[in-house]
């Protein structure tokens, strides 16, 4: 595999970061997952701009111009001859001293993993995840706001190790209000009596790009999508549940918390959005040659 590091493309064994590296003492800097399908980088534009977000609030200053960046990957996928890919992209504050100040880590590090992604068995896209509630909350906005896609997921990576040790692959997060929020690395959404609903984004829920999608896809099949305030109660009374990701796409969730919801099959609504997610990928995105 080829890494793109600092602006070279250099074989996977040379792409190495110092351990005085911020990102990796401290988790100080911001990422994106982004993803290709046929020779195509599907909401480039989205990613990209969330990712100069998350550093505009981290006050970490992105090395390279958008369209630099967007050259970047193109050139990363090339360099792996990738049709089909999970782009990484990540800059941390970079090479500092032991202390947490990062004035003194002058020069940021980015880099690029293109590579080939399957987060969630297959069959589970036919017959649904178990999900779990857990008892670690997702972080609060006043503390690290969520919306935030920093290097710093052991919020997430604690809730992930909470929903594997009750046997199931994902994890549902509630804000400390007790509100539903989203999963250790997807967005929620519940149907109930044909209307979509997903927690609202003050909540603490990352503004996810599939989450936006599937809200868009919604509004051109005539859905009804509202983004109310959700309670476990909701979910467990929900006719339908699926999670998004830009890895794990749409997810349907048949089980929660040992209820099974409805009749523990996947519902009309999820697999109509999952089939027109599936066209839109193929039709959408910004085209790359080989
Ligand atoms: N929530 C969290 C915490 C995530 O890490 C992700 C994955 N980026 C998502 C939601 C889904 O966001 P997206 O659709 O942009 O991948």
Redesign the pocket.
Known sequence: MKIWLNGKIVPEEEAKVSVFDHGLLYGDGVF??IRSYNSRIF?LD??LE?FYKSARAIMLKISLSLKELEEAIIKTLRANNLKDAYIRVVTTRGVGDLGLDPVKCPSPTIFIIASKIQFYPRELYGKGLRLVTVPTR?SDIESLN?AI?SLN?LN?ILAKIEATNSGALEAL?LNRDGYVV??????IFMVKNGTLLTPPISVG?????????VIDLAQSFKINCLEPLLTRYDLYNSDEIFL?????EIIPVTELDGRSIKDGKVGPFTKRLMLGFKELVNQEGKEYAL
């Open positions: 994106e997952g909401k989205e990613h969330r997702r969520p896609k997921y997430n997060m989203e999963c250790s690395g997807d967005n829920t990352l503004e996810g790009i599939t989450r936006n999608v998004t990701g830009t890895a794990a």
